[in-house]
Nanobody, 130 residues
């Protein structure tokens, strides 16, 4: 069982920055692909970014490319989402997710889908004011 705990959310003005963190339990963190998703009330959870176990491969939804950066520190069992130039439409609850032992299909595009992840955190609220 993997437990994920997000932190770092808050209220920020448009154009500002935040860094989200997700701390994971478990001894084999470096074998997990990790993802960040976000969800507005009444909407489906949507993909934001994903990173391979080694950190060598990163993926982003088009709307955040050039503004958000996903990274990980396997020694600290933590994945990060650095968010810059935030916009009001980035307002959502942000969740991290873990996929142990992903195969080639995962990195071919399956990282986009919520059902590909086995473990989820409770989320952290990000609110961007205009």
């Amino acid at each position: 069982q993997v437990q994920l705990v997000e932190s770092g959310g808050g209220l920020v003005q448009a154009g500002g920055s935040l860094r989200l963190s997700c701390a994971a339990s478990g001894r084999t963190f470096s074998t997990y692909a990790m993802g960040w998703f976000r969800q507005d009330p009444g909407k489906e959870r949507e993909f934001v970014a994903a990173i391979s176990g080694s950190g060598g491969s990163k993926y982003y939804v088009d709307s955040v490319k050039g503004r958000f950066t996903i990274s990980r520190d396997n020694a600290r069992n933590t994945v990060y989402l650095q968010m810059a130039n935030l916009k009001p439409e980035d307002t959502a609850v942000y969740h991290c997710a873990a996929r142990p032992g992903p195969g080639p299909q995962f990195y071919s595009g399956s990282y986009y889908y919520t059902y590909e992840y086995d473990y989820w955190g409770q989320g952290t609220q990000v609110t961007v004011s205009s």
